[in-house]
């Protein structure tokens, strides 16, 4: 294994981080909830799922709009990044979707709910959480790259 050292962008990452940062910190400052994108996303698929309408689930869709609208936004400063190759093919996409949908229902919780906002809130149920699905995914890859 190598690294690609010409892609090593600790600016980008820094700044990159602090404006996840800065959005986390608003977010539970401005309404008291942190902002698991899991969470923020399933009030408005309950709502739909449910019959019922988005009333009151204004501020989750905005969230939800800003990041479907940030690359859009960025490509009109800089171009994307390269997302590198996926050669999982569709079922293994579809497959991997639903494992890491069930991991964030068994954790109550996602990657941006426990690593972002738990962790800084020093959480054990964060740690906890963020343990397991970093090991999860160093076996995981471990087991594609190594063994099959």
Do not use: E, K
Not at 17 to 28: E, K, N, R, S
């Amino acid at each position: 294994m190598t690294i690609a050292w010409n892609a090593f962008t600790p600016a980008n990452a820094l700044l990159g981080g602090a404006v996840i940062g800065l959005a986390c910190a608003l977010y539970i400052l401005g309404i008291g909830r942190v902002a698991g994108i899991s969470g923020i996303v399933a009030g408005p698929l309950r709502s739909l799922l449910g019959g019922a309408t988005l009333a009151g689930q204004g501020l989750r869709l905005y969230f939800i709009a800003g990041l479907l609208l940030a690359p859009w936004l960025w490509r009109l400063v800089a171009p994307l990044p390269s997302a590198g190759g996926v050669d999982v093919g569709t079922l293994g996409l579809v497959l991997a979707g639903l494992l890491v949908g069930t991991g964030v229902r068994m954790g109550n919780g996602c990657t941006s709910g426990h690593g972002v906002c738990g962790l800084s809130r020093l959480s054990l149920r964060s740690l906890v959480n963020v343990a397991t699905f970093m090991a999860a995914g160093v076996a995981a890859v471990f087991v594609l790259r190594h063994l099959l």
